[in-house]
């Protein structure tokens, strides 16, 4: 497939600046001699009008009469011209714009005018546009600096992609004196069209790039920026640090982006779910960038420490503790091996004390030793600059130690002037270092964290259950009839009728409507029984003290309905009291109150809590976060994060809480939320378990209509796995073929597909020789977003297990309705129909997906593939810049 169409921003052959001059502080004179400056080897132009020169090079007034080929645009002119530039960029040829100027939506209504003018332009003339109010793109490698600050980056593997410009220059002049380099430096401005997904996008697949950085202030479309955020979470670490958690921290963010900023707590459940590691602020940033760019993982969570100084050992593993990481015991070897290395009063645990008088040999010892144990993933080594201490000479044993072990080692060495040699032998030899201990061990927790969170990221669950499926439609009708009746808050009964759709238990309830009613709702559920006031205005019924527990007798109930409804009268006498539900009364014994709610974001949708429930849930805050679809790890995850999880297990008398019956449950409400973008929020409350079973015992739902246009699964940020395209096809020799999405658990399968296909098959698939797929490429293929690719594999069964015979795919390309396709289908099965099937399956989604046009590249020489294109009457023209390859497209 094509490379990514932001390319050009990156990687342009010609540049052209819009608004060059040799002004003093002009923005445009600035990214001319930045670009001139850079070694950038391709063609530099300035253009302006008012110039015949500037900077000693040739000025034309306009791309017209500039008569170059260029590809990348550079505007910094005043805002209301950059939309009759991107006309004349779409005229010739450009097709990426990096808009510096500011004056557009950050200036209010005038300025948000202009803004959709430029997006407008853009989209017209299929010009892609970085900005605006943007400090530009690096690319050291390429020797491009298209920006207009002072800093210039070293060539590096660290990405950082930035909605401020600040943020970017205080970076990188941080980094130039700790030897950091970069792949690439992005600043988003205002992100009126390239957004982090887009830069993500080209940045997961970027060879250059190993980690990335991101600087989020908000988030204008979810979806992109997961889908994005997950396709390079899958292949790099990716580090992000989020802005606007606090109310005036949002409203700053507002304002200088323009973007959605959202909830603090559920941007931090998101990034768990996208698997990146999120940060707090910009020092861990840095810190993370030095572990992260020193290219090594931590493969589990323990670590040692080796010190020369006490206080400072205990101090690290003071903050170890408390972010999550483990102070491993060391084998007997590596025991006895310190026995010999260290004095008798050694420290004889962890972490080593090498005491204060420790020369560098005793020092770098103990750091090998301790590095090579199979118990330790990462290592801490700290030196507090004592009189007898030589810090450059015990760091030369420390980098030597590095650079001979695959796990992570990073050095604390404490102090100023005494240290500064060392810190800069450190960065020249790519060691993280850090001056206090604890920041060191936060950045070894930031490894740790980013091994959890691929955990999460790797999860792809299925939107229904497979046993006891749900009645969607069922429950839908119900949500149609609240609506008509121009209410957006169920009843209890209509509330819990919805979860019975879902095969989620809950306690039956009857409405009242007076106390003989009421009596006989008591009799038929049999006693004890519970009653609880039933009105479409009370948000809680604890406001009105409206719930009676454990009801015994005939006359209680008489009594406590009048009760109930008269109490209710009195406290709110807006409220509509529609009477009282009477249910039968669940048992208490070895009891936990749970709570299960969904809430909708504006930004990411619909969001899942689960934590202890009850009358005091809001005073405790006690609950995890997570972002649907869950599947039975996502749910485990979730249980844990939160402080009830402990109350769980057997204590006292009390058994075990039955935590599958619970997990189900969550399992269910997935589906709900999922089924049913209708529902803005859901609370079950209390949510009662005990060793048997978890039952509902009280629901509130608010709905609304959902907009006209949405597509299948748009309300959410994560598209769930399609199942409803699962198709059984007999082929003509009565084999069945199962035609399905891909799935991540399919990659071993896809290696073994490709593997089998003849060095021909390969050579016209990828259009170069290869003998497999790389790992890379491998996540790439089988961990897709449903939302804008799709991969449907042909697979048959064979001596009981599923074999791929097939697959075809497409790759929407952002900001517009085309998608690029390939297909390939196992030699020893061709002939059969299984490649035709598949591409009508493939067409036939995008279709549903809204795309308008499918195109590919066959290579002239696949004359079966375009036999096939032929026959579903896609139209076939010759590459004009290669004739050994045949373009192909259909409008769909």
């Known amino acids: 497939m094509r490379l990514s169409d932001v390319d050009p921003l990156l990687v342009p052959t010609a540049v052209a600046v819009f608004g060059a001059s040799d002004r003093d502080g002009s923005v445009g004179g600035m990214v001319f001699r930045n670009l001139l400056n850079s070694g950038f080897k391709g063609g530099c132009y300035a253009i302006n009008p008012k110039y015949q020169q500037v900077a000693d090079q040739p000025c034309a007034p306009s791309l017209a009469a500039l008569d170059k080929h260029v590809d990348l645009a550079l505007i910094a002119t005043p805002a209301a011209q950059v ?29 948000t005018l202009l803004q959709e003018k430029l997006v407008a332009a853009a989209r017209r003339n299929r010009v892609r546009v970085l900005g605006p109010n943007c400090l530009g793109v690096m690319r050291p490698s390429h020797g491009l600096n298209a920006t207009f600050g002072n800093e210039q980056a070293l060539p590096g593997h660290v990405a950082l992609v930035s909605q401020s410009g600040a943020v970017c220059t205080a970076m990188l002049d941080w980094s130039g004196p700790r030897h950091i380099g970069f792949s690439a430096v992005v600043s988003l401005g205002a992100a009126a069209d390239v957004d982090f997904g887009d830069v993500l ?19 204008r479309d979810a979806r992109r920026f997961m889908s994005g955020l997950r396709a390079a979470a899958r292949l790099k670490p990716v580090i992000v640090v989020k802005s ?19 909830s603090a707590e559920i941007f931090s459940a998101v990034m768990e779910r996208g698997g990146a590691v999120q940060v707090e602020t910009l020092d861990q940033l840095f810190a993370a960038a030095q572990i992260f760019g020193a290219g090594k993982r931590l493969d589990g969570q323990r670590i040692a420490i ?24 060391f084998t007997d070897a590596t025991r006895a091996e310190l026995e010999n290395i260290l004095p008798t009063h050694w420290s004889h645990g962890n972490p080593v004390d090498v005491i204060g008088d420790a020369p560098a040999a005793r020092y770098g010892a103990a750091v090998r030793a301790c590095i090579a144990d199979a118990q330790v993933d990462g290592l801490l080594a700290i030196l507090a600059p004592l009189a007898s201490v030589e810090p450059g000479a015990v760091a030369e044993e420390v980098i030597a130690a590095a650079h001979d072990t695959n796990k992570p080692l990073v050095a ?79 009843g209890t009964i209509e509330a819990k009728a919805i979860l019975s759709a879902f095969r989620i238990p809950t306690t039956q309830a009857i409405l009242a409507r007076s106390p003989h009613e009421a009596l006989m709702a008591a009799e038929a559920l049999s006693f004890p029984v519970a009653m609880k006031i039933h009105s479409p205005d009370l948000r809680y019924k604890s406001d009105v003290d409206g719930v009676r527990l454990n009801i015994t007798d005939a006359q209680t109930v008489l009594r406590t309905f009048n009760e109930l409804t008269e109490r209710a009268v009195m406290m709110r006498p807006e409220a509509r009291i529609e009477g009282v539900t009477v249910e039968h009364m669940v048992s208490t014994r070895a009891a936990r109150e749970l709570m299960v709610g969904v809430l909708r974001d504006p930004i ?8 202890a429930g009850g009358t005091g849930m809001e005073v405790l805050g006690d609950r995890a976060l997570g972002l649907p679809p869950l599947n039975a790890f996502i749910i485990q995850t979730m249980i844990e994060h939160t402080r009830v999880a402990r109350l769980m297990g057997a204590f006292g008398n009390v058994p075990p809480m039955n935590r599958e019956a619970l997990a189900q449950i969550l399992q269910r409400v997935s589906e709900l939320v999922c089924e049913l973008p209708e529902i803005i929020t859901l609370e079950i409350n209390p949510l009662i378990g005990n060793d048997v079973d978890v039952i509902a015992v009280d629901a509130r739902i608010e709905v609304n209509y959902r907009p006209p246009q949405m597509p299948v699964y748009g309300h959410m940020a994560i598209y769930p796995y399609p199942q409803h395209l699962i198709e059984l096809v007999p082929l003509p020799d009565g084999t069945e073929l199962t035609i399905r999405p891909i799935r991540p658990e399919d990659a071993e399968m896809e290696q073994e597909f490709v593997r089998g296909l003849s060095e021909q098959t390969k050579y016209f698939r990828f259009m170069q020789a290869i003998k497999e797929l790389t790992p890379e490429m491998l996540v790439r ?17 064979e001596n009981g297990r599923e074999v791929e015979v097939g697959v075809s795919r497409y790759m929407s390309r952002p900001g517009g309705d085309t998608c690029e396709f390939a297909i390939v289908v196992s030699d020893h099965w061709r002939n059969r129909g299984i490649g035709a099937r598949l591409m009508r399956s493939l067409m036939n989604n995008a279709r549903l997906r809204g795309l308008r046009m499918m195109e590919g590249e066959v290579l002239t020489a696949n004359t079966r593939m375009l036999s096939l294109m032929k026959s579903l009457g896609f139209r076939i023209e010759t590459d004009r810049l290669d004739p050994g390859i045949k373009l192909v497209s259909k409008v769909l």
């Open 83 to 111: 939309a009759g530039i991107l006309d004349q960029c779409g005229e010739y040829g450009v097709r990426a714009a990096v808009v510096h100027s500011a004056g557009f939506a950050e200036q209010g209504e005038r300025g």
């Open 201 to 219: 996008d080209y940045l997961a697949l970027d060879a250059q790039t190993h980690s990335i950085l991101l600087y989020v202030e908000g988030i």
């Open 244 to 262: 606007g958690r606090h109310p005036a921290g949002s409203r700053a963010a507002k304002s200088h982006t323009g973007a959605w900023v959202g």
């Open 306 to 329: 080796v010190t020369n100084g006490g206080g400072p050992g205990v101090l690290a593993a003071d903050r170890a503790v408390e972010v999550g990481l483990t102070l491993t015991g």
């Open 412 to 490: 604390c060495w404490m102090g100023a002037a005494r240290v500064a040699d060392a810190h800069t032998q450190f960065s020249l030899h790519g060691v993280p270092q850090y001056s206090l201990p604890e920041m060191a061990i936060e950045a070894l927790s930031f490894l740790g964290r980013q091994q959890r969170n691929q955990k999460l990221l790797m999860q792809s669950p299925g939107p229904l259950s497979h046993q006891a499926m749900p009645d969607v439609e069922g429950a839908r009708l119900i949500i149609e009839g609240v609506m008509a009746a121009g209410r957006k808050t169920l």
């Open 604 to 611: 990411f949708g619909p969001i899942i809590s689960f934590g």
């Open 781 to 797: 293929f089988t961990q897709i977003d449903y939302d804008r690719e799709m991969a449907l594999i042909g697979v048959v069964n």
